[in-house]
């Protein structure tokens, strides 16, 4: 099982980064799917979960209306379209298999807000 995260980067505040999930070894279209990001000296924030379909998605309160999550199954590939970056954003982003607990966990891929 593999799950790598690609698309970090340092931004301006107000600005937007893409994240990547390439996902190989499991049935990626049946999992249910997360981002889960850890900002420095904190513990791990649930961020956003898809369903298998991409047809439900949900959102933590910080990132609402700002974060969007989808998924293409074709590809095996989930993302994170991030705007109107704020420093608090700041963080290292997992995808994680399931929605509420997460048996798979990529590398992060690490976002940095700043000016």
């Known amino acids: 099982v593999q799950l790598v995260e690609s698309g970090g980067g340092m931004v301006q505040p107000g600005g937007s980064l893409r994240l990547s999930c390439a996902a190989s070894?499991?049935?990626?279209?049946?999992?249910?799917m997360s981002w889960v990001r850890q900002a420095p000296g904190k513990g791990p924030e649930w961020v956003s979960a898809?369903?298998?379909?991409?047809?439900?998605?949900y959102y933590a309160d910080s990132v609402k209306g700002r974060f969007t999550i989808s998924r293409d199954n074709a590809k095996n590939t989930l993302y994170l379209q991030m705007n109107s970056l704020k420093p608090e954003d700041t963080a290292l982003y997992y995808c994680?298999?399931?929605?509420?607990?997460?048996?798979?966990w990529g590398q992060g891929t690490q976002v940095t807000v700043s000016s």
């Open positions: 898809i369903n298998t379909g991409g047809g439900s998605t």
């Open positions: 994680a298999s399931g929605r509420s607990s997460h048996d798979y």
């Open positions: 070894g499991f049935t990626f279209s049946n999992y249910d």
